[in-house]
């Protein structure tokens, strides 16, 4: 059975935009595939963030992966600080990257952009995330467009390695979902919705109150035509908008355009409006049940056990090929 694998940081309740570009994508494919799903805290602190209360994120961030759908019998649920594998594999890693390829990292580019103290971990922060995933030889990686060229990374760093030691790692694939690659901010459709945002009306969040997320929708920015039609160019907010309906209908472009050819804008964002909440007050449901009651932690036992022999084993293979003393 082929192996899924993704991650997502604890750094605040998560956007629409995570919810689509991974985890959506995660419970897609949970019956097909042997998945891995983790809490990227080690990641999260790449970037100083002031409050950050990793212990109580991560617990929230468990809860509504449940909520979303994420079956505990499916999926190996798991904490990355909880599996020091992950920071040894990447060190050897590290040392099978070059310099010139983490400078050339977007993510990288725009978060030190302008900064004089960013950390070094910030800027091997996409050989941590290849070691989280060839650890467990993963095959798959569903995560949002922004990401893929960590995954690109983490191909090379793996297929590098193969070359110069033997078959060693899976090289793995992005799997990115067609429409929803990138949901983009309400406001300032282009950039993308993202947690640390700045005004929060542009983002919507998986525990926002229903009546806030339609507010949030009926003001989104679009545009000074009156058709709804996709053209991420000219009308990136009509747009953004489709993407979004899309992804939770699962209707294609054209199916929507044709559903809303003659509509007004109002018309459309309402019935954006109504599915966006209708997905998420399922979810909201389920989220309190999930973080009152008891699983979590067995959940998160069984996930480190058996995440820290997979890891250890791979990474004692690792060691031997490279000649480590053992
Ligand atoms: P994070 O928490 O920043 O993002 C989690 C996932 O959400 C996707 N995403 C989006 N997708 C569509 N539209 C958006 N506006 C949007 N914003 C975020 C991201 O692409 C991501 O898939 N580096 C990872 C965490 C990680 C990881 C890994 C993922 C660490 N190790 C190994 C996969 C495999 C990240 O960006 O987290």
């Known amino acids: 059975m082929k192996r899924m694998l993704t991650g997502l940081q604890p750094t605040g309740v998560i956007t629409l935009g995570n919810y689509i570009g991974a985890i959506k994508q995660m419970v897609k494919y949970q019956d097909e595939y042997e998945s891995f799903l983790f809490v990227a805290d080690l990641h999260a602190i790449t970037v100083p963030k002031e409050g950050l209360n990793l212990k109580k994120n991560t617990k929230d961030l468990i809860a509504l992966y449940l909520a979303c759908g994420i079956d505990p019998k499916k999926n190996t649920i798991f904490v990355q600080s909880q599996n020091e594998y992950h920071t040894n594999l990447s060190w050897v890693l590290e040392c099978n990257t070059y310099f010139g390829e983490l400078s050339r990292m977007h993510q990288f580019k725009e978060k030190s952009k302008g900064k004089e103290n960013f950390t070094a971990g910030l800027f091997t922060y996409p050989v941590l995330m290849a070691s989280d995933i060839i650890i467990y030889d993963a095959d ?34 992005p799997v990115i979902s067609t429409t929803g690659t990138k949901i983009m901010d309400l406001l300032d459709p282009t950039k993308k919705m993202s947690k ?3 005004n929060q009306n542009g983002v919507i969040r998986l525990l926002d109150e229903p009546e806030v997320i339609r507010k949030k929708i009926m003001r989104a920015t679009t545009d000074s035509e009156m058709e709804v039609r996709y053209d991420e160019e000219n009308k990136p907010g009509i747009s953004n908008l489709i ?10 472009i054209k199916e929507i355009e044709e559903e809303f050819a003659g509509s007004n804008y109002g018309t459309f964002k309402k019935a954006v409006a109504d599915v966006v909440v209708s997905e998420i007050e399922k979810i ?38 490279i000649g480590f003393y053992n």
């Open 243 to 252: 993407n979004i309906y899309a992804s939770l209908t699962g209707k294609e």
């Open 140 to 173: 798959y990686v569903p995560v949002g467009v922004d990401q893929k060229q960590h995954v690109e990374i983490a191909r090379d760093v793996a297929q590098r390695f193969n070359n110069k030691y033997g078959d060693t790692f899976v090289v793995p694939e």
């Open 196 to 198: 640390s945002s700045e």
């Open 284 to 321: 909201q449901e389920r989220y309190n049940k999930y973080l009152n009651g008891n699983e979590i932690d067995e959940i998160l036992r069984n996930g480190a056990n058996k995440t820290r022999l997979y890891a250890k084993a791979k990474y004692e293979a690792v060691k031997n090929k």
